[in-house]
C-alpha cells in the first residue's frame, strides 16, 4: 500500500503563492509518476498538473505559467508552487500517485491523498 499526506493548504489572498507539499510513504518504491488534481466547490475534480518518471510535465492550460510542478526522488515527495493565484484556484487538492511512467487518466489513479484545502480570497 502507498500512502500521500498533502500539507500547505491554506488561506492566501488573491496574487499571493502558496507552495504544497505530498509525501510518499509504505510501498513508495513502486511510484513511478505524481501529480495534482483539484476539486473546487460544485465541480468536478479536474488535473493540476503531472509528472512522468522522466521529468515531462503536463499542466492544465488554466495554470500555466502560474504553477510549477517538481519532486525531490530522495524524499519521494512532490511539491506544487502555485504563484498568481486566483480565487477561481479556491479547491482542495489532491496528491496522485501511480505505478506508471507517467499518468494517463484520472479515473486509473491508483493512489490519492486525502487533500488540502487552498482558499484564495478577493
Known amino acids: 500500500q502507498v500512502q500521500l499526506v498533502e500539507s500547505g493548504g491554506g488561506l492566501v489572498q488573491a496574487g499571493g503563492s502558496l507552495r504544497l507539499s505530498c509525501a510518499a510513504s509504505?510501498?513508495?518504491?513502486?511510484?513511478?509518476?505524481m501529480g495534482w488534481y483539484r476539486r473546487a466547490p460544485g465541480k468536478q475534480r479536474e488535473l493540476v498538473a503531472t509528472m512522468s518518471s522522466i521529468d515531462n510535465t503536463n499542466y492544465a492550460d488554466s495554470v500555466k505559467g502560474r504553477f510549477t510542478i517538481s519532486r525531490d526522488g530522495a524524499a519521494n515527495t512532490v511539491y506544487l508552487q502555485m504563484n498568481s493565484l486566483k480565487p477561481e484556484d479556491t479547491a482542495v487538492y489532491y496528491c496522485?500517485?501511480?505505478?506508471?511512467?507517467?499518468?494517463?487518466?484520472?479515473?486509473?489513479?491508483?493512489?490519492w491523498g486525502n487533500g488540502t484545502l487552498v482558499t484564495v480570497s478577493s
Open positions: 509504505g510501498s513508495s518504491f513502486s511510484i513511478r509518476s
Open positions: 496522485a500517485a501511480d505505478h506508471s511512467y507517467r499518468i494517463t487518466y484520472m479515473a486509473a489513479v491508483p493512489y
